[in-house]
């Protein structure tokens, strides 16, 4: 008990809410994207449900918001509890790399025994019990040393939009859950993620990490030094009111880089943790589909009322007071939301990014 | 010149507006039936389409609006120029025959001498300038006696959907627009409606009458007495602030028949004034998609803006400010209005209407 309480002092989340993404469209918007919806008409959008989810293990005081200062209104609107100090807000896109180092060096100027959870803040965990018992057995390894650790969710097809980490040898007096990495393999193509299943060795690269703040920020100076000098150049600041006027001159000067790239790949102290949560990266309509409850015709309802007629493996969304009636569609997303209504084949999803350009462009900003 | 005056004076014109239907839901409501639409985003629904082309033929003071009291307010608003003594709110759904025998009496009151056009308020009629002409002929027409007339459309198809008028002879001295009428059919099977289309002898019955109020009258006596009973009880209510008391009474005692099956069928003195209107009925999602201007892939767009990829012979309407995207729908209605978006095979729309009363049942009177 003692030692929980200890923890939750030293433990912060950092929950990186920055993104964009017209994946979603019409229901993730550019002022909206979609780490801010209610996907599932429970009533919170997928950032509050990530927020929820580590309240448990962190103090709102100590949860990190990282985002663009687009959405600053909206995170102040679904994250009241949060401190407006907390809501670190990125003067330019730049990848994970440049977010994470800056939430280090943030977290480390008020607490330089941290203990730092990274999260996406847009992914589906449908187990949250088990999310807290990987949490909690990960917070307790990184606060023991120089580690740097990855969760790795355990694959259930051969998904090749995913990244994938190969899990290495087992460490003595740890839990077997956690390993030393082998090796990260970005999208592989069909036949190999086939193999990456067979053998067993290979879990999906959730984006979830956990690492001391000392730790991340020493393999940021090993690794990737021109990140590493960009920021440590702001040392003095961070946690002073002086820190944003540091930021918003430096930051635009880091290179747009994924952490995984910049450190995981490279660094010789990386370990996952595989686990199995439930998980999707709700990153296309078909994840979305794939991970929600279908009716006996294989049709998925998203928070809206439908009447469905010979309609088969269909994604339904719309708004809680809207009838949807269709009849003989057969896989197909209809979507609709505010001024927009997608009805478009499932297998074709990987168009709607530049169907939203095209609609940009001849329509107009309102529409995207 | 002194003759159009004349004419004007004592021409009304009776636009039935009471109607309700379910076959353009979700863009028809219970409350909003078609007539009170902006169907073709002019911004004038077709009720005041029908007002304004009577315009040049009827003061605002002489035209007569018959309707169900549910839609008083809509009319106001959406006719703000028509006196309100000018609307009848019928107390009870009665077809067509109650509503121009009420009708009737209360212009006769108005003016003994009164020449009636007798108007749907949800057709469209393409040719403005025929329908001016085709009018004026024709009350130029009943004007000189005890004459029935109804207007019948030149057939482009062999539609199964309307009733039939077969002109006979012609009348020494009238223009050969005019003829005695031979025969009425309703809705022919397709091999009769093929026949009727090759003899050039058929026309589409239109639901537009011209006659004196006093020709009616005598009609209602002859060949509908029990209707002309009932309402031949108020005389002397008429056009009075008494009337609607009398009516309120009354009119649900009348049966419910419509005037082509009460007197056009019956009576001796019919005549029918053929005319190229450029007209539908609009009766159907299929008559709308008929009548209006297609594109290159035979789409239809009704007032709103669409993306089509891979789509044919669909008809696409919800609001001018909304986007439709759609992909590889053939044959379809796409209609998104307020709480319902209705994605149907235009060759299955006739399931509409139970489509609707399975919405009401399970989802409740709000979205019908």
């Not at 097809?157 to 007096?173: K, N, V």
């Not at 309509?285 to 009716?295: G, H, I, M, Q």
């Not at 009805?343 to 990987?350: A, G, H």
């Amino acid at each position: 008990m003692d030692n929980d309480i200890d923890r939750k002092r030293h433990c912060y989340c950092v929950i990186m809410c920055g993104g964009v993404g017209s994946r979603f469209w019409p229901f993730s918007r550019s002022g909206r994207p979609k780490q801010f919806l209610d996907f599932f008409g429970t009533g919170r959008s997928l950032l509050q449900l990530t927020y929820d989810r580590m309240l448990p293990i962190a103090d709102p005081e100590r949860i990190i918001l990282v985002t663009n200062s687009a959405y600053y209104d909206i995170i102040r609107e679904q994250l009241p509890d949060v401190p407006v100090a907390n809501i670190l807000l990125e003067p330019a896109r730049r990848n994970t790399a440049p977010c994470v180092c800056w939430a280090a060096h943030h977290i480390h100027a008020l607490d330089p025994e941290a203990t730092i959870v990274t999260l996406p803040s847009d992914h589906l965990i449908l187990r949250e019990a088990e999310f807290h018992d990987v949490i909690s057995r990960g917070i307790d390894f990184v606060e023991a040393g120089d580690r740097l650790l990855t969760i790795g969710l355990k694959p259930t097809s051969p998904h090749t939009g995913y990244g994938y980490i190969q899990r290495g040898e087992r460490i003595p007096d740890v839990d077997g859950e956690i390993m030393k990495v082998k090796s990260f393999t970005e999208k592989p193509d069909l036949e190999m993620a086939k193999v990456f299943l067979e053998t067993g060795e290979f879990f999906w690269n959730s984006g979830m990490f956990l690492w001391r703040a000392d730790a991340i920020l020493r393999a940021f100076e090993r690794y990737a030094p021109e990140t590493a000098c960009i920021f440590d150049a702001g040392a003095g600041s961070y946690g002073t009111p002086g820190e944003m006027d540091f930021i918003d001159a430096a930051f635009p000067n880091a290179s747009s880089i994924s952490i995984d790239y910049a450190i995981m790949e490279k660094a010789d102290n990386v370990y996952v943790e595989t686990a199995d949560l439930g998980w999707s990266d709700l990153g296309t309509w078909n994840a979305l589909y794939d991970c929600s409850p279908k009716n006996q015709d294989r049709n998925v309802t998203q928070n809206c009322k439908v009447l469905a007629h010979n309609c088969e493996g269909t994604l339904f969304a719309s708004g809680p007071d809207k009838i949807v009636v269709a009849c003989g569609l057969n896989g197909y997303i209809v979507a609709d939301s505010g001024n927009a209504l997608l009805i478009y084949p499932l297998s074709e999803e990987q168009k709607v990014r530049q169907v939203v350009n095209e609609i940009k462009a001849r329509f107009g900003e309102e529409f995207v």
